[in-house]
């Protein structure tokens, strides 16, 4: 009976110990596989509100394409990227819409979702004119 | 030592000569040719997100008779996926997944995502328009998972965006860890055959060796001279370089990734996401799901659970043949 117990306690501090150096090693494992991403939110300049003859304008940050749009004095900004699958959507200037080439998602000029698969309405970026000048705000994200 | 040879004096049944109960043997071969084709162009390809492109240009429009070699390599893909398939509607349709069969069934169907993963992983490494896009689109398809989504998608793409990192990851993933999986799987199937046998025995055989041995070189060569022939008239082509600005209009993935691409169209997202992954357990485990409702309803259950299968069938090929004209 005592060496059966004896048996049984040694086992279960063995596969504990196994399972828990299995864990620290799937740990640091994911550490080398997956990168931490940081990022912090910086204000970028995008241009001169009395420049913008169209209503649309595009502007690269990195790998993102900001569509800014005029509607009169008021001025709007919208990441290209589509909530459905992270096609770039594009400005229809005869339709007043933004179209996703990938999966046909349409989107009114204020982002909203007309029709197509999107589940929510093209993300909105903060922005300000202040005299004249129209800042961004971006998230500036890189990995360790 | 004395090696058992026992097994080329087999005789096999006569069934077999069919093409559609021997098209089990045909991606095998592709598979083989596909291993052979890859190395030969690992000699030029550069795993660089940089380089990547101008590699696969060199090969494909400047290197003596690289234009063959990738067409073997990317028709042979295309090939090695339709004749899967084709393989699967038999065995559905003949209901060769019967008991004992059921793990041969799920080994195949194992087979068929791993084919597709490397055609996915594949047309990922020429970096051009089609082949970044189709990236983009299917590391946010993992990125739209609930719960894991969003550390599945970096930790195929080894980032918030595509780069040098994903390159690497989706090669270590073409040119090792799939191949790698797929013999693992060919050689569990093949055991598995020869284990349980085939669906349709015959009191006619015939003998392995010469006359199987002639039938499997014919299809080879057969094969071989098809693949290169429809190389020669449709060359391998490249698109524009990626740029990751511009997602060009009517963008679409390979043909074998038509049905999902238009179901994403046709529904939600998160539908469009989860119902594949619920529908791929349910192909992989339906012969046990069959045996089971066969024992709850009986005779009525399976018919309705047939008529769903030959309906999702019906869908593919429609899916396909829709996808491919407009």
Known sequence: ?144 | MKIDLEFLNEELPETLKDFFYALGGTPLFLFFLQVFTGVLLLIYYIPSYESAYESVYRITYTIPMGWWIRGLHRYGATLFIFTIFLHNIRVFVTRAYSSPREFTWVTGGILLMLSLGAGFTGYSLINDQLSYWATKVGTEIAGSLPLVGHWLSVLIKGGERISQFTISRLFTLHIFIIPLLLALFIAVHIFLVRRYGVSLESERKYPLIPEHLYLEISIFIFLLTFITLISAIFPPELGEKANPWKTPSHIKPEWYFYPLYLFLKLVPLKVGVLFPIFFLFIFLLYPFIEEGCERLTGRRGVLLLRTAGVLLYIYFVVAIIRESIY
Not at chain 1, 34 to 54: N, P, T
Request: proline share 5%; net charge positive; charged share 30%.
């Open chain 1, 1 to 144: 009976m005592r060496q059966k117990r004896r048996f049984f306690l040694s086992r279960i501090i063995l596969y504990s110990v196994g399972f828990f150096a299995f864990l620290t090693g799937f740990k640091y494992l994911w550490r080398y596989m997956v990168r931490r991403v940081k990022g912090e939110s910086v204000q970028i300049f995008a241009g001169r509100l009395s420049d913008m003859k169209e209503e649309v304008k595009e502007i690269r940050f990195r790998d993102e394409i900001l569509l800014i749009i005029k509607k009169g004095e008021k001025v709007e900004t919208f990441s290209s990227t589509c909530p459905h699958l992270g096609c770039k959507v594009e400005w229809i200037p005869s339709e007043k819409r933004f179209k996703c080439p990938c999966h046909g998602a349409l989107f009114d000029e204020d982002g909203r979702v007309l029709s197509g698969p999107a589940p929510s309405p093209l993300k909105k970026i903060p922005t300000n004119v202040k005299d004249d000048e129209i800042m961004v705000e971006v998230g500036f994200y890189y990995e360790d």
